[in-house]
């Protein structure tokens, strides 16, 4: 990259999202008045503009903004609204149970519905809820540690399962050191959490060798520090050790339920003892779930009938709420369905390989990842194989000056590195839009490889 144009180029890019979005500056000083750091949560300010955009409504793969912009949403919410805003049978689910109550701490007519969907989809026979997939991680974590006694959590480097504290453990040049980052933590993260690199098979052993690691919380392909996808044979193997020295293998499904129907576990032939699920599992209203073996669940209900009188820890008030339950059938049964897939994944194909042709263009050494309708590209020539190659190449700088380049051309990218996702709405003129938008940016500031 240019420094020096870009830097220009972003000055310029910063003077245009200001003259392009006064409605959106004027909603961003009152918010400031009452809110915390401007926004309802803080990390609506990563994106690098120089005031929070504000929406004025979202539909499929589009969202408008305050100023009347048109944005084509390759963001979709991170991931909580990958099957397109407002899917139609969640608008209709949702209009009909507006009416009849949302939530009365008892289940409706939906809750066998939904677990029997979840069962068939994701191979698991007993599931709960929760209103995040931090929430869902964090209980299915709970219920492990409980029905197996034991503590220690095991996790790759540089994975993300939401806020549930005990994953912020990284390896700093071969030591696990708790992030510095976190805000208010008291308690020690590294006296239960190991953490090991994705695709390697050695320490992944010699961490459960002692036998005391509960479980493996993972994503299948990890997502939240650019994407690392497994090496060949990798999960086959590793589920074999987790099953060798008696730990329980969790997989988070949250992202990557990108990559085909019932998500990466179904499409790869992984069996995994516990499954996590959030973010888009209700269309996007807030709902998660969890899945368990018959074995995992036959051992959580005897810890709970084992355990004395009184609360859990396990749970909050609103979850399985009629509101979010009648949400994640009208999903389940009629929106994450094979039909949709199949319009995404290819398109999601043809971005990745309009990204590479731009890049090749260009002689730019980076490259492109896909996990079904997730694409990502990333500032290294190979992909990386685990969480330290791969955070080595985050660069917020650029990734900001793109995304704010992307966003005044008309079109949104997740904030975070460089990730898009293919709705059932996008259209193939979408697709050419954002090509056109990367490539007038790129223009703008990068030099060419010799
Ligand atoms: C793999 C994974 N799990 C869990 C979460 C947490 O989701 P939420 O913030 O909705 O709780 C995320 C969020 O990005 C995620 O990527």
Not at 242 to 255: F, I, K, S, W
Not at 304 to 312: E, F, L, R, T, Y
Request: aromatic fraction near 6%.
């Amino acid at each position: 990259m240019d420094w020096e144009r870009a830097l220009s180029f972003l000055d310029r890019e910063r003077a245009l999202y200001t003259e392009r979005n006064p409605r959106s500056a004027v909603l961003a000083a009152q918010a400031a008045v009452h809110l915390l750091l401007g926004v309802p949560l803080h990390w609506m300010r990563d994106w690098g503009t120089p005031f929070p955009l504000h929406v004025a409504h979202a539909s499929g793969a589009h969202v408008v903004d305050a100023d009347g912009h048109t944005l084509v949403d390759f963001c979709l919410g991170d991931t909580g609204a990958m099957f397109g805003h407002s899917p139609p049978p969640v608008q209709n689910a949702l209009q009909h149970q507006a009416g009849q109550g949302y939530t009365t701490m008892l289940p409706t007519e939906d809750a066998a519905v939904v677990a029997k969907a979840l069962s068939e989809q994701f191979s698991l026979p007993c599931w709960q809820f929760a209103l995040s997939a931090t929430d869902a991680n964090r209980y299915i974590v709970r219920w492990i540690r409980a029905a197996t006694g034991r503590k220690k959590l095991l996790v790759f480097n540089g994975c993300y399962h939401g806020t549930i504290e005990d994953v912020f453990v990284d390896l700093v040049q071969g030591q696990a050191v708790q992030r510095d980052s976190l805000l208010g933590q008291v308690h020690d993260l590294l006296e239960h959490t190991a953490v090991v690199e994705f695709n390697d098979l050695a320490a992944l052993e010699a961490a459960l060798r002692a036998g005391d690691v509960a479980c493996v919380l993972a994503e299948p392909a990890m997502t939240n520090i650019g994407m690392v996808l497994p090496a060949p044979g990798f999960w086959r193997a590793a589920q074999a050790l987790v099953r060798r020295y008696g730990a329980l293998l969790v997989m988070d499904e949250t992202h990557t339920i990108s990559t085909g129907v019932g998500g990466y576990c179904q499409v790869h032939g992984i069996e995994p003892d516990a499954l996590v699920l959030g973010k888009p599992v209700g269309g996007g209203v807030p709902c998660a779930v969890y899945g368990m073996s018959a074995e995992l669940a036959g051992h959580a209900v005897r810890a709970k009938a084992d355990a004395p009188p009184g609360h859990s820890g396990i749970g909050t008030t609103l979850t399985g709420n009629m509101l979010s339950m009648a949400a994640m059938r009208a999903t389940l049964t009629e929106v994450m369905t094979p039909a949709a897939y199949a319009h995404m994944l290819p398109l999601a194909h043809e971005l990745a390989e309009g990204i590479r042709d731009l890049l090749a263009e260009r002689r730019l050494p980076w490259c492109v990842t896909e996990l079904g309708a997730r694409v990502e590209f990333q500032f290294c020539p190979v992909p990386p194989r685990n969480g330290s190659e791969a955070g080595a190449r985050l660069d917020a700088e650029p990734e900001h000056l793109i995304h704010l380049g992307l966003l005044n051309r008309g079109v949104l990218i997740t904030p975070f590195h460089n990730m898009m996702l293919v709705c059932p709405q996008t259209t193939a003129e979408d697709v050419q839009r954002l090509l056109a938008a990367l490539a007038a940016v790129l223009d703008e500031v990068v030099v060419e490889a010799s």
